[in-house]
């Protein structure tokens, strides 16, 4: 199948993919919330969400050969290393 021939115009590839990627980098902060917050666990679903749709956006705006792919990949890149960062001070062990 001929993905190229699915384009779109350019500013509704914006549109629908600009809210998407500030909805992904918003859901990694929430994701940082604390472990005692009651709502932790619906950030971090609502997170894992997000993070499978913008790879499919990814997917999709390559298949397309969109110039989205770079922002998406971008933002998808972010939100994983974003989520697992740890920004905390270092713990040392106390036998070094």
Do not use: K, Q, Y
């Not at 609502?46 to 913008?54: D, Y």
């Not at 499919?56 to 050969?65: C, H, N, P, S, V």
Request: net charge positive; aromatic share 12%.
């Amino acid at each position: 199948m001929d993905f190229a021939a699915l384009s779109a115009d350019p500013g509704l590839i914006f549109w629908l993919l600009a809210p998407l990627h500030v909805l992904g980098l918003g859901s990694v902060l929430l994701t940082r919330l604390p472990l005692s917050h009651r709502v932790h666990t619906f950030c971090h679903h609502g997170f894992v969400l997000c993070l499978f749709i913008v790879a499919g956006a990814t997917l999709l705006t390559i298949m397309t050969r969109n110039n989205w792919w770079v922002w998406s990949g971008t933002t998808f890149s972010i939100m994983a290393v974003g989520a697992t960062a740890e920004w905390g001070r270092a713990v040392h062990a106390t036998g070094f």
